[in-house]
């Protein structure tokens, strides 16, 4: 039995009940939060956030893409949020690895090296500047006075935030 396999099994036994008690895809904290897809963080938990209250866009290393600017752009212009948090994590995977090697290995492996970057970082605190950076200097996201940038450490769950 796949993942999906249980996932699909787990559906059917009925956890999912919609979500009548809320109406509308506007968020009601109209907050967007940007963080990395490691299966450690429970996003939710760290914020106390409720169903319906935020957008929450996660991919490795919750990283400000051209793809995250997608989403916020659409998020404030369409789905009226205001605020973004971005938060990265200690012993996060971009952390253990370097732009170049890991384009060496996929060109190695595959004879096609990736246009994109890998966003691999040395320093959370660099990487989560750099993308709040980005947030507050991108034309495509009106609302950008209220952006703020945290490091979540794993294992504590401390919350710091990063100036
Ligand atoms: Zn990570």
Redesign the pocket.
Known sequence: MTAIDKLLHRHATGVDHGAPEVPTPVPSLHLAVVT???ARIKVFDVFGLGHGEAHIMRN???VVTDDVIRSLAISQRKLETREVIVM??TS???SLITEDEFKDELERETKLRPTWAIEAFRVVEDSVRQSVERVRRSPFVPHRGDVRGFVYDVRTAELTEVE
């Open positions: 990395c897809m490691d490795a290393g919750g990265q994590h996060c995977g971009l």
